[in-house]
């Protein structure tokens, strides 16, 4: 299994809405990552995980919330967002932080609309 | 942070032409890397240059990196229709142990 799988595909959530995002991979990546990508935009990282530890936090409001269960899953926590937190939400992982050789692998992305 | 700056940021080509983009970072790098995206879904990794390698290829890319001038530059042979996507150039920077992405490049494949 060499992908990440993402769900869900698309999101529509009001704002006072609780809701999960879900990333899973299998190929024994010890880095997992959530980016977050505007419209037209590079991606913007948002939150480093290592061996399920979170290592970066790049200052992201708290009504995004984290969490990694174990080495395959990792999930984003949605509550009371704004409507500028619409956006394509990208996980993604790698061997190891720091040690790349063959690059990031992501999934197809969360298409996340707040109403 | 954006640490790439991608030039030019559209480019439009008949297929078969070359395509090249180029991509400029402002610190230390561990390597740099492209990307390609369809339609705003998820990026596709294309090819990984150490910071001490020049020239490396796969396929019809060729990137070439000179950390003198803190710059990269990918260049596509023989385009395809299929080649039609945003690409990003990506950076490892040392010690910061995250990777960076440019703007990109919007890249057009005409028939």
């Known amino acids: 299994d060499t992908e990440v799988t993402q769900t869900p595909k698309h999101l529509v959530m009001g704002m006072t809405n609780k809701k999960s995002l879900k990333c899973e991979q299998h190929?024994?990546?010890?880095?997992m990552y959530w980016y977050k990508q505007k419209a037209k935009k590079p991606p913007e990282l948002m939150f480093v995980?290592?061996?399920?530890?979170?290592?970066i936090n790049e200052s992201v409001p708290s009504r995004f919330s984290p969490e990694c269960p174990n080495s395959s899953l990792l999930n984003l926590h949605l509550h009371a967002l704004q409507p500028e937190d619409s956006a394509l939400y990208l996980c993604?992982?790698?061997?190891?932080?720091?040690?790349?050789?063959?690059?990031?692998?992501f999934g197809s992305g969360t298409r996340l609309t707040v109403v | 942070s954006q640490q790439g700056e991608e030039d030019p940021q559209a480019l439009s080509i008949q297929e078969g032409e070359n395509a090249t983009m180029n991509c400029s970072y402002k610190?230390?790098?561990?390597?740099l890397q492209w990307y390609r995206q369809n339609s705003g879904r998820g990026l596709v990794h294309l090819i990984l240059i150490r910071s001490n390698e020049r020239e490396k290829h796969s396929g019809r890319l060729r990137v070439t990196l000179d950390t003198s001038k803190k710059s990269s530059s990918l260049l596509i042979t023989a385009s395809r229709a299929a080649d039609t996507a945003s690409y990003f150039c990506?950076?490892?920077?040392?010690?910061?142990?995250?990777?960076?992405f440019g703007q990109g490049t919007r890249l057009t494949i005409n028939p």
């Open positions: 990506a950076t490892d920077e040392s010690g910061a142990q995250k990777l960076v």
């Open positions: 993604a992982s790698s061997q190891e932080v720091g040690l790349l050789v063959y690059g990031y692998t």
């Open positions: 995980y290592s061996y399920e530890k979170l290592s």
């Open positions: 190929m024994g990546h010890r880095a």
């Open positions: 610190t230390s790098i561990n390597n």
